[in-house]
């Protein structure tokens, strides 16, 4: 039996799972800061996301945050007992269908080098590097660097 996999629009109430979830996501390579109140707040601004659900339980997110002409991820993240199963490539190209018709020329992002699933996540979606942020992350003593990722957008995709 295959897992049906949702993909909605994110909205205020869904602040707590989410970011509960980045939360958890964190020590792997997630982004860091995220709370009930910056969730809510972003939504509440100009920023927009996606949730993948199964069976109605939220198990992945997307958040995005307009940049000028640029979209950004900000984060994004699936809950561990649900990897590998799609729900990251769904939410990105959900984020990446809306970027492009809301008229963003560029989706960005930043990712660690030793995030080996994300860069594989976002190399299957042909982004490229535009940046590097050199010993941006600790891991212990360890410094690692982080690159800024982007995909032009295209009305076809
Ligand atoms: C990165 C992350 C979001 C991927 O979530 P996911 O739902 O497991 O990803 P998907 O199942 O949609 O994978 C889509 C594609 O990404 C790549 N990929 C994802 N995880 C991978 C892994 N562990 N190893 C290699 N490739 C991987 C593969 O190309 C995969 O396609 P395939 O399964 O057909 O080979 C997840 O590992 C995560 O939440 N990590 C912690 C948070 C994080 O690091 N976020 C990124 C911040 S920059």
Known sequence: MTTSIHIRVL???DSEAVACLFEKSI???????WD???VRD???A???GFVAEIR???IGACIVLPAGEDAEI???ATDLNYRRLGAAYMLLRRALLAATSSGFNRMILEVADDNFAANSLYDAFGF???GLRRAYYKRGTQAVDAHVLALELKPSL
């Open 11 to 13: 909205s205020c109430e």
């Open 27 to 33: 020590e792997e390579g997630g982004a860091s800061g």
């Open 36 to 38: 009930n109140n910056s």
């Open 42 to 44: 972003l939504m509440q």
């Open 46 to 48: 100009c920023g927009f």
């Open 56 to 58: 109605n339980t939220v």
């Open 74 to 76: 900000l984060n994004i």
């Open 128 to 130: 490229k590097k535009i």
